[in-house]
T-cell receptor, first 111, second 114 residues
Framework: KNEVEQSPQNLTAQEGEFITINCSYSVGISALHWLQQHPGGGIVSLFMLSSGKKKHGRLIATINIQEKHSSLHITASHPRDSAVYICAVRSYGGATNKLIFGTGTLLAVQP | SAVISQKPSRDICQRGTSLTIQCQVDSQVTMMFWYRQQPGQSLTLIATANQGSEATYESGFVIDKFPISRPNLTFSTLTVSNMSPEDSSIYLC???????????FGPGTRLLVL
């Protein structure tokens, strides 16, 4: 079993829909990252969370440390949101800056 | 923030040859990471490169196959040696943000080995 699990693996939505991507992890962590990878391969860091909730534009990320679960929400989705969304955790007490990655969620937003 | 560039952005190589990927950062960083992303898979850490010392390789990766150089605090190279089709992947370099608050990634090098 992977230490970081994401669901769903694939998601197709219509423009304007509210989208939720989930991430569960089995290790103790010091931080959790949400990353966005576009088809060309480049990766952008969206959020780094250690507790609570963060919001940036139409993106909201939440984390529940007790339940070892995080969600990434996209409000009013748009075709330009189409990308792979990756959850990554920095394990507590692990090697400095070493991240453990989920397998990603492929999101396609149709106009 | 850190801006990272990689060269080449993509390449098609023949089996048995080697390719060196360059990673340039616009600021000085202590640690640089090299990741591999095989088709349909998530990122896997190959090694951590510190300036002035040998790179630290993760389980399953060896220096003979993936030699790394780190001549200064803004530059690193990863060589994929004696390539086989199984080495076809995206290779990304990455650096931590200040205080470990975030992590920055290069645009990746898309490698296809025939």
């Amino acid at each position: 079993k992977n230490e970081v699990e994401q669901s769903p693996q694939n998601l197709t939505a219509q423009e304007g829909e509210f989208i939720t991507i989930n991430c569960s992890y089995s290790v103790g962590i010091s931080a959790l990252h949400w990353l966005q990878q576009h088809p060309g391969g480049g990766i952008v860091s969206l959020f780094m969370l250690s507790s609570g909730k963060k919001k940036h534009g139409r993106l909201i990320a939440t984390i529940n440390i007790q339940e070892k679960h995080s969600s990434l929400h996209i409000t009013a989705s748009h075709p330009r949101d189409s990308a792979v969304y990756i959850c990554a955790v920095r394990s507590y007490g692990g090697a400095t800056n070493k991240l453990i990655f989920g397998t990603g969620t492929l999101l396609a937003v149709q106009p | 923030s850190a801006v990272i560039s990689q060269k080449p952005s993509r390449d098609i190589c023949q089996r048995g040859t080697s390719l060196t990927i360059q990673c340039q950062v616009d600021s000085q960083v202590t640690m640089m990471f090299w990741y591999r992303q095989q088709p349909g898979q998530s990122l896997t850490l190959i090694a951590t490169a510190n300036q002035g010392s040998e790179a630290t390789y993760e389980s399953g990766f060896v220096i003979d196959k993936f030699p790394i150089s780190r001549p200064n605090l803004t530059f690193s190279t990863l060589t994929v040696s004696n390539m086989s089709p199984e080495d076809s992947s995206i290779y990304l370099c990455s650096v931590p943000g200040t205080g470990g608050e975030t992590q920055y990634f290069g645009p990746g090098t898309r490698l296809l080995v025939l």
